[in-house]
């Protein structure tokens, strides 16, 4: 079972700021939060990846709590091309070809112009 | 750099039938996973494969089988379809090895079984 929990779907303006919420309360401490989306009918595809700090590459940024019990994904600039499922995984480190995504629903933002 | 090809895109079988899926993994990749993904749903991993044999499985009935070839492409091969085999089968790849490396993803097959 997926070991996070996320809003079944949101919705965001065009232009404005995207922020998608996970829950991953029983996290271990070695464990890296990891975000995939899936743009409709097409494969997954890696957004970002992070342990304690935040983390910012050129699609997003990812916030994780002190506790690291929860974090949030921020898209900064929200396109209609953002439009996709968004997926939130706790993976454990180490080994990258070893560790499979445990998938759950993910939550289904819609962008709007 | 092609990423990770699966063919055929599209698919339909009819129930009882074999189908097999094939995938060729990003180029410098070793390792290649398929998963499933039924209407609405998140992808289900079913196996994984490493220098040519399984190293883990979803929780998947034995009618799912894999190969692994030389190059690193895979095969998915699926006996006795039923309609609830009916799902976008995604391909991923990865690299065995290097520490906490994403995976990358197909397009998918789209398998309808009638």
């Known amino acids: 079972d997926a070991k996070t929990t996320q809003p079944p779907s949101m919705d965001c303006a065009e232009g404005r700021a995207a922020n998608l919420p996970c829950n991953h309360s029983?996290?271990?401490?070695?464990?890296?939060v990891y975000w995939y989306r899936q743009i409709h009918s097409q494969g997954p595809q890696y957004i970002i990846h992070?342990?304690?700090n935040n983390e910012t590459n050129e699609m997003a940024s990812l916030i994780i709590t002190e506790d690291r019990k929860s974090s949030t994904l921020i898209l900064p600039h929200a396109t209609l091309r953002d439009t996709a499922v968004y997926y939130c995984?706790?993976?454990?480190?180490?080994?990258?070809?070893?560790?499979?995504?445990?998938f759950g629903a993910g939550t289904r933002l819609a962008v709007h112009p | 750099d092609a990423g990770v090809t699966q063919s055929p895109t599209h698919l339909i079988k009819t129930r009882g039938q074999q189908v097999t899926l094939r995938c060729s993994p990003k180029?410098?990749?070793?390792?290649v996973s398929w998963y499933q993904q039924a209407l609405g749903q998140g992808p289900q991993f079913i196996f994984q494969?490493?220098?040519?044999?399984?190293?883990q499985r979803g929780n998947f009935p034995d009618r799912f089988s894999g190969h692994q070839f030389p190059n690193y492409s895979s095969e998915l091969n699926v006996n006795a379809l039923l309609l609830g085999d009916s799902a976008l089968y995604l391909c991923?790849?990865?690299?065995?090895?290097?520490?906490?490396?994403?995976?990358?993803f197909g397009q998918g097959t789209r398998l309808t079984v009638v």
């Open positions: 991923a790849s990865s690299l065995t090895g290097h520490t906490n490396t994403e995976a990358f």
């Open positions: 029983t996290i271990s401490g070695n464990e890296y």
């Open positions: 992070g342990l304690k």
């Open positions: 995984i706790v993976r454990a480190p180490g080994d990258g070809g070893y560790n499979k995504l445990i």
């Open positions: 180029s410098g990749h070793d390792t």
């Open positions: 494969y490493y220098e040519e044999e399984e190293r």
